[in-house]
């Protein structure tokens, strides 16, 4: 029987815990709290790496955003539940507050 080498996709797939809609990542995490695999040149960002495999390149200055809320401190990395949202540009306040500083002397 011929024995083929293990994909990055299965060794990626073999870590990760289908919950419901989510891919729950059960690997290793990085310090900064990133879901890695580690390989023989270092380790893989999981999020971007899966996402590629399904999208193509991350767009250059642009970051993988997940579009719904973290349970708890389970990191999903579902690529469908990822968007790529610029890097730069005006910082959205999670509060929903505008994006200005609000000073005593700048009341008119
Ligand atoms: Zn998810």
């Given at each position: 029987?011929?024995?083929?080498?293990?994909?990055q996709a299965?060794?990626l797939?073999?870590?990760?815990?289908?919950?419901?809609?989510?891919?729950?990542?059960?690997?290793?995490?990085?310090?900064?709290?990133?879901?890695?695999?580690?390989?023989?040149?270092?380790?893989?960002?999981?999020?971007p790496a899966l996402w590629e495999q399904k999208n193509g390149?991350?767009?250059?200055?642009?970051?993988?955003?997940?579009?719904?809320?973290?349970?708890?401190?389970?990191?999903?990395?579902?690529p469908?539940?990822?968007?790529?949202?610029?890097?730069?540009?005006?910082?959205?306040?999670?509060?929903?507050?505008?994006?200005?500083?609000?000073?005593?002397?700048?009341?008119?």
């Open positions: 029987m011929e024995r083929r080498p293990i994909t299965e060794r797939g073999a870590r990760i815990e289908v919950r419901g809609n989510c891919w729950i990542w059960s690997g290793t995490y990085a310090a900064n709290g990133y879901p890695v695999l580690t390989t023989s040149s270092g380790n893989l960002s999981v999020i390149p991350v767009p250059k200055g642009e970051v993988l955003i997940c579009t719904h809320t973290r349970a708890g401190s389970d990191v999903c990395v579902n469908a539940h990822y968007r790529p949202r610029p890097l730069k540009g005006p910082r959205r306040d999670p509060f929903g507050r505008k994006d200005r500083h609000t000073h005593e002397g700048d009341r008119q």
